[in-house]
């Protein structure tokens, strides 16, 4: 039997006498019957065996060093190393929101805990609710209404499963403690919008670098998931994860009333600066190979700029702007919901409109919410009706209280699935918000022109 383990190999060797001897009679044979062509053949021949045989002595080399380095080092187990990813069986992909849905990440109110009272929430909550955040800012959401939004979003999951979607939930953490960086310190804040902080563009997972302090380390309770769609083929990106160092805020941003938010988002200013990139998912929205975005209190054009790169040349991230005095997430505002068909808020108008309207795109203007003034929503608008999950084009999950917007689908063809969210709202969003769609059945395809 011929033994491989000698090193270097020796030509010719027992076994590599015959094979050799083989070699050189076919060359001649072809040699002297093809003429020069056939010596040509030969050459060619004998340089392929060269490199053959160089390349067989460079993999043996590192084949060695490899086996040494590892013989020095403890074996690794399994939950230390990625499987071999199955291609065919990537359960990431998603282009758009209105393909069929497969597979969705649902976000959790477990635990969740009111973000402290820094610039940044400032900026980005109404002058209504400051005294609550101004008294629980690092502590718990009350427990009676947190517990009332954990059985709504259970509920929810059931509905999703019953619709036949797969669905993922995040891990639960306490986010009451505190941490700290050579920036800044704070608490945590929950796991509950995945839509804020994943965004799917095929089969990659971009993880947002976030804009809150309390919102730093909200990737941990997803990274069991992400680890485990990435062991079965995903891509898997964290776009960079910002210091958010004092200068990454307009310490004085000069709020006082809805009328001071509208003139400084009209004139382009916004508690963030562009000290370094940062951004939410939930700020930009997909339609294949067209994606829009828009500049807002936790988006920055540093952050977007970051995004056209990694995704261009394959998709053209598109900035557009509203006419908004609270920017901060897009879908609440605008909600693209099937191809070339739009909700646009008809409170706070798109600037580019035409645009859209140029490409031949439906544009619809959803009606006035009819959630009470009354209902605490300590980090949202009464938008949140708009704020919807389409399970395919003639499926929408909608909130059972919102008659007028389920009304309104079944006008487009589009069969409400409802369900009641009101508690969950009040944590800062809807359906779409809730949710992180993982798996649509669809093709890269462009919509608008």
């Given at each position: 039997?011929?033994s ?15 094979q ?9 044979v ?30 043996a ?75 629980y ?34 891990e639960?953490i ?15 804040m ?26 730093f ?11 485990e ?8 990106t ?24 509208h ?30 975005v828009?500049?807002s ?25 509203f ?6 997430h ?48 300590w ?11 389409m ?11 919102e ?29 779409h ?9 669809g ?7």
């Amino acid at each position: 039997m011929c033994s491989n383990k000698t090193f270097p190999p020796r030509f010719p060797n027992s076994c590599g006498n015959w094979q050799w001897a083989s070699w050189r009679r076919m060359l001649r044979v072809r040699c002297l019957r093809g003429g020069s062509r056939g010596a040509e053949a030969a050459h060619l021949i004998g340089a392929m065996l060269g490199r053959a045989l160089t390349g067989w002595v460079h993999k043996a080399f590192q084949s060695s060093a490899s086996s040494a380095a590892a013989a020095a080092q403890p074996a690794l187990t399994d939950d230390d190393s990625a499987n071999e990813p199955d291609r065919q069986k990537c359960p990431v992909c998603s282009y758009n929101e209105w393909d069929s849905l497969e597979e969705v990440i649902v976000g959790r109110a477990e635990n969740a805990s009111v973000p402290p009272f820094t610039v940044e929430v400032k900026a980005n909550t109404y002058e209504k609710y400051w005294p609550f955040y101004q008294k629980y800012g690092g502590q718990p959401f009350p427990q009676e209404h947190v517990e009332k939004a954990v059985a709504e979003i259970e509920e929810m999951c059931n509905i999703l499963r019953q619709e036949g979607v797969t669905v993922r939930r995040p891990e639960p953490i306490d986010w009451s403690f505190q941490y700290r960086t050579p920036d800044f310190a704070s608490t945590g804040m929950y796991a509950a919008m995945p839509r804020d902080i994943l965004l799917v563009v095929g089969n990659e997972i971009i993880e947002a670098p976030m804009a809150w302090r309390a919102r730093f380390f909200e990737y941990r309770a997803y990274r069991p998931l992400i680890k485990e769609y990435f062991q079965k083929g995903a891509k898997w990106t964290t776009a960079p994860k910002p210091t958010m160092a004092d200068e990454l805020y307009d310490q004085d941003y000069p709020i006082r009333t809805v009328e001071d938010r509208h003139k400084l988002a009209a004139l382009g200013k916004f508690v963030t600066t562009e000290f370094e990139p940062c951004f939410d998912a939930a700020d930009f929205i997909r339609a294949g190979r067209d994606i829009f975005v828009q500049r807002s209190q936790v988006t920055n054009y540093m952050g977007i700029e970051w995004m056209r790169r990694h995704l261009a040349p394959a998709y053209k991230v598109h900035v557009i702007s509203f006419k908004d005095p609270n920017p901060m997430h897009i879908d609440a505002t605008f909600n693209i919901i099937g191809p070339g068909l739009v909700l646009s808020n008809p409170d706070r108008p798109c600037r580019q409109i035409e645009m859209f309207e140029k490409a031949g795109w439906t544009v619809v203007k959803p009606p006035t919410p009819l959630i009470p003034d009354d209902h605490p929503l300590w980090m949202s608008s009464k938008w949140l009706s708009m704020n919807v999950l389409m399970l395919d084009e003639k499926r929408v999950m909608v909130d059972a209280n919102e008659t007028s917007i389920q009304k309104m689908f079944e006008r487009l063809g589009i069969k409400p699935i409802k369900v009641n969210i009101r508690h969950a709202n009040s944590l800062g969003g809807g359906f779409h918000c809730w949710t992180t769609d993982v798996r649509r059945r669809g093709t890269l395809q462009s919509y608008f022109n």
